[in-house]
């Protein structure tokens, strides 16, 4: 059987390597991050090169524990077509400018073939109201968007 493809955004890496947090509401996404990174060989998982450079951003300490949590995940590479796309989708202000790399990861993750994007970052990715905007559009350049979700909506998901 053919594994699903999984798009790793960087708020998930970031959740993954965090020292728990005091807030219960983010600990519950560390602790269901954790989950699924125990089952993510279950998907064939990417990472982009937008990915590395955001988690390699910050405290050095903090920045090597996401990159080495990284590192057991393939890079995709950059392409003209997802640049392309990821500035079709500011353009068009489906992704605001200030938060570019969120269009760079959703265009990579369709022009990659992904089914999946995995994200905490639900105001610019996982967002109900722009998913079904970003989507049509997506669609009507000629890819085929990948899912948006968390990692606990898939492990739910495929557990059906």
């Given at each position: 059987m053919v594994k699903k493809r999984a798009y790793v955004e960087s708020s998930v890496i970031s959740y993954l390597a965090a020292w728990p947090s005091r807030d219960d509401l983010i600990r519950g996404c560390q602790l269901h991050t954790a989950l699924w990174w125990?089952?993510?060989?279950?998907?064939?998982?990417?990472?982009?090169?937008?990915?590395?450079?955001?988690?390699?951003?910050?405290?050095?300490?903090?920045?090597?524990?996401?990159?080495?949590?990284?590192?057991?995940?393939?890079?995709?590479?950059?392409?003209?077509?997802?640049?392309?796309?990821?500035?079709?989708?500011?353009?068009?202000?489906?992704?605001?400018?200030?938060?570019?790399?969120?269009?760079?990861h959703l265009a990579t993750a369709a022009i990659h073939g992904m089914d999946y994007l995995l994200t905490w970052n639900q105001k610019h990715l996982d967002n109900f109201i722009l998913r079904s905007r970003i989507e049509e559009f997506v669609r009507n350049q000629g890819w085929r968007p990948a899912k948006?979700?968390?990692?606990?909506?898939?492990?739910?998901?495929?557990?059906?």
């Open positions: 125990e089952h993510r060989h279950e998907w064939d998982c990417f990472v982009s090169t937008t990915v590395m450079e955001e988690i390699a951003r910050g405290d050095p300490i903090a920045a090597a524990q996401r990159l080495e949590k990284a590192q057991s995940l393939a890079i995709l590479p950059t392409s003209p077509e997802a640049d392309f796309l990821a500035k079709l989708l500011l353009a068009y202000e489906l992704v605001p400018e200030p938060v570019k790399a969120d269009a760079y948006v979700l968390t990692p606990t909506r898939l492990l739910l998901e495929e557990s059906r």
